[in-house]
């Protein structure tokens, strides 16, 4: 059976067995380099004893990385046992590093050979450097294996948790909107007026939602088929964060929405409609975040080259791990009122789409746990 490719331990043995017998040498092994250590760690290993591998490091590192592509050079290495009276002999070493495609070392491949052995030769050298190339062409494939497996996971996940959130999003307006309209279809009770008012309104807002919902579906399937074509022209910004607050206004009774850009600010070139929907979507995630009501600040200013738009709330803020996170798909942030608030975590992915298909970028500051957000759009003039 053929070894597993993403078995690297094992991998590198072959290795290391096939560069030893070719070599005639007494030992061999690979050694990886661990960055968080700052020093090689043996992987694989043929030839040498238990006593013999711990007396290795971490002399025998500076030896190795002194002596790489060097025919000839010599190591010392001291016994383990504390009472033992000298040093073993020096033996042969010949050993190369093992780099990635950018140069970058990440391991190393030795060979021993006794004292008395005949010495190494440059064609050697030549034979242990394909020896090398194949232990980094290992390595690279393992971690591309490891990453992609990784990768694999994280998608399985994500499509399980996008279709429990979506069900459980698409469920609760269905049901709600299913309620009420059997209730007002029951012919034995009469209602008055205010309460069929009261009724169509909650439906139309469950109604609502559900359009929302359903727009970022098709939305996150179009970004995913690449398909976020672009309609450009002159956009006021000023003008469109004003409309869009004014739609925002009669869902936000507790929040005062405030347009604060300076005079004269400049007209730029994109998609007013695509924008227009990255304010909504910043807006509304503003009023959804900040329950207890407060000012919504939308303001921008200029610089030479660009136009920076803010939406500063006084919500709950957002913890400093999750800055960067918050912009993934399906992700939003861990606490009782996001578990008690709708949305399957697409508004903020598909902004940041929106705005680098600008040319721009989308970032948040929050300066602590219950002091608010502010969330920035940079997009060219």
């Avoid at 030769?121 to 490891?146: C, M, N, V």
């Avoid at 909107?177 to 169509?200: C, F, Q």
């Avoid at 807002?205 to 672009?230: F, K, N, P, W």
């Avoid at 009122?337 to 508004?347: C, D, F, K, N, P």
Wanted: with cysteine; proline share 6%; hydrophobic share 45%.
């Amino acid at each position: 059976m053929a070894a597993d490719p993403t078995n690297l331990t094992s991998m590198l043995n072959l290795i290391v067995l096939g560069a030893v017998q070719m070599l005639r040498g007494s030992g061999g092994a690979v050694a990886l380099w661990d960055e968080e250590v700052r020093r090689l760690t043996l992987r694989a290993v043929y030839g040498l004893d238990e006593a013999t591998l711990a007396t290795l490091h971490p002399r025998l590192d500076e030896a190795i990385l002194g002596s790489l592509g060097r025919v000839g050079g010599t190591v010392t290495r001291l016994p383990s046992a504390p009472d033992a009276s000298a040093a073993m002999p020096p033996e042969q070493l010949l050993a190369l590093p093992l780099n990635e495609d950018r140069g970058t070392l990440v391991g190393v491949i030795y060979v021993f050979r006794e004292p008395a052995a005949e010495a190494f030769k440059s064609g050697d050298l030549e034979l242990l450097d394909l020896f090398a190339r194949q232990a980094a062409t290992t390595i690279e494939q393992a971690r591309l294996a490891a990453a992609t497996l990784a990768e694999k996971d994280r998608l399985e996940s994500m499509q399980s948790s996008f279709v429990s959130i979506v069900s459980h999003e698409l469920q609760t307006p269905v049901a709600i909107i299913k309620g009420y309209a059997g209730t007002l279809a029951r012919p034995d009770t009469p209602w008055s007026r205010e309460t069929v008012a009261r009724v169509a309104r909650t439906i139309e807002d469950e109604c609502d939602h559900l359009h929302r919902l359903l727009t970022d579906l098709l939305d996150l399937s179009r970004i995913q088929a690449g398909r976020v074509a672009m309609s450009i022209g002159p956009v006021e910004l000023p003008d469109l964060a004003e409309a869009v607050a004014e739609r925002s206004r009669p869902q936000a009774p507790a929040h005062t929405i405030i347009i604060d850009f300076p005079s004269e600010f400049p007209i730029i070139q994109g998609d007013r409609e695509k924008l227009r929907m990255v304010l909504a979507n910043l807006i509304d995630n503003a009023i959804k975040y900040s329950p207890e009501g407060g000012s919504i600040v939308i303001g921008g200013r200029a610089e030479a080259d660009h136009v920076v738009v803010s939406i500063e709330d006084q919500g709950i803020g957002i913890p400093p791990e999750e800055r960067e996170h918050v912009f993934e798909r399906f992700h939003r942030v861990d606490t009782r009122l996001s578990r008690a608030t709708q949305g399957v975590g697409l508004g903020l992915y598909i902004c940041k789409v929106i705005v680098e298909a600008h040319n721009g970028r989308l970032w948040v500051e929050s300066p602590a746990s219950g002091r608010g957000s502010t969330f920035l759009v940079r997009v060219p003039r």
